[in-house]
C-alpha cells in the first residue's frame, strides 16, 4: 500500500520561506507524477503544483507562479513543495498527492482523482 507523509507546515510570517516534504512509501515513486494541493478553511481543494516522475516538467497554480517550486529526489523517494515571500492566503492545508498519470495530478486531464493522497501538513502564514 502507497503511504504519503507530509512534513516541514508551520505558523510562519509574512513574506518568510518554507518548505514542505512528502515521503513517499509502498510503491514504485520513480513512477509517479507527484504534486501538491492545498485547502483553506471554508474553501474548495486548489491545485498547487505538479512534477512529472524525471522531473522535467512542471505545472503551478496561478497565485504561487513565481513563489512555489516543486522539486523531487527519487533516490529518497521525496517530493518538495519550496515556497517563498508567503502571504496570508497561503494558509491552508497542504496535500502531497501521487499519480501514475501526469495529467491528472496537474489537472489536465480531468479523469479521475489522484490515485494516492497523503493526511496533509498545516500551513500557517501570519499578517
Known amino acids: 500500500q502507497v503511504q504519503l507523509i507530509e512534513s516541514g507546515g508551520e505558523l510562519v510570517q509574512v513574506g518568510d520561506s518554507l518548505r514542505l516534504s512528502c515521503v513517499v512509501s509502498?510503491?514504485?515513486?520513480?513512477?509517479?507524477?507527484m504534486g501538491w494541493f492545498r485547502q483553506a478553511p471554508g474553501k474548495e481543494r486548489d491545485f498547487v503544483a505538479a512534477?512529472?516522475?524525471?522531473?522535467?516538467?512542471?505545472y503551478y497554480g496561478e497565485s504561487v507562479k513565481g513563489r512555489f517550486t516543486i522539486s523531487r529526489d527519487n533516490d529518497k523517494n521525496t517530493v518538495y513543495l519550496q515556497m517563498n515571500s508567503l502571504k496570508p492566503e497561503d494558509t491552508a492545508v497542504y496535500y502531497c498527492?501521487?499519480?501514475?498519470?501526469?495529467?491528472?495530478?496537474?489537472?489536465?486531464?480531468?479523469?479521475?482523482?489522484?490515485?494516492?493522497w497523503g493526511q496533509g501538513t498545516q500551513v500557517t502564514v501570519s499578517p
Open positions: 512534477i512529472s516522475w524525471t522531473g522535467r516538467d512542471r
Open positions: 498527492a501521487g499519480d501514475r498519470l501526469l495529467g491528472v495530478v496537474a489537472g489536465y486531464e480531468k479523469i479521475r482523482e489522484c490515485d494516492f
Open positions: 509502498g510503491g514504485a515513486f520513480d513512477t509517479y507524477a
